[in-house]
Nanobody, 123 residues
């Protein structure tokens, strides 16, 4: 059974940084395009960033220049480095696999989701 596990969330002050990690079981992340999403209380889940198998990346406008998605294929892990965090970044962050990223377009989500990790930014 495919499982994705996010980690690295926590409480941080505005302007601070966090690095989230996504690992998987029964799935090779290095062979999949991976997306990060977030869902704030009372809001719909929104796409944040994605990375293709080949290393191409794309970001939502709201995080461009502050967040960086990367992958370490040796560890079969995908990261989301978040800098200059704002209160509005507060959300549960999820990684997603099984979708695809095409050039210049947002990531299309696949069927595999993690349980999420909470990120809280205090102002």
């Amino acid at each position: 059974q495919v499982q994705l596990v996010e980690s690295g969330g926590g409480l941080v002050q505005a302007g601070g940084s966090l690095r989230l990690s996504c690992t998987g079981s029964e799935i090779s992340l290095s062979r999949n395009d991976i997306g990060w999403y977030r869902q704030a209380p009372g809001k719909q889940r929104e796409w944040v960033a994605a990375i293709s198998v080949g290393g191409s990346t794309n970001y939502a406008d709201s995080v461009k220049g502050r967040f960086t998605i990367s992958r370490d294929n040796a560890k079969d892990t995908v990261y989301l480095e978040m800098l200059s965090l704002k209160a509005e970044d507060t959300a549960v962050y999820y990684c997603n696999a099984g979708g695809w990223l095409t050039f210049g377009s947002p990531y299309q989500s696949g069927r595999y989701w993690g349980q999420g990790t909470q990120v809280t930014v205090s102002s």
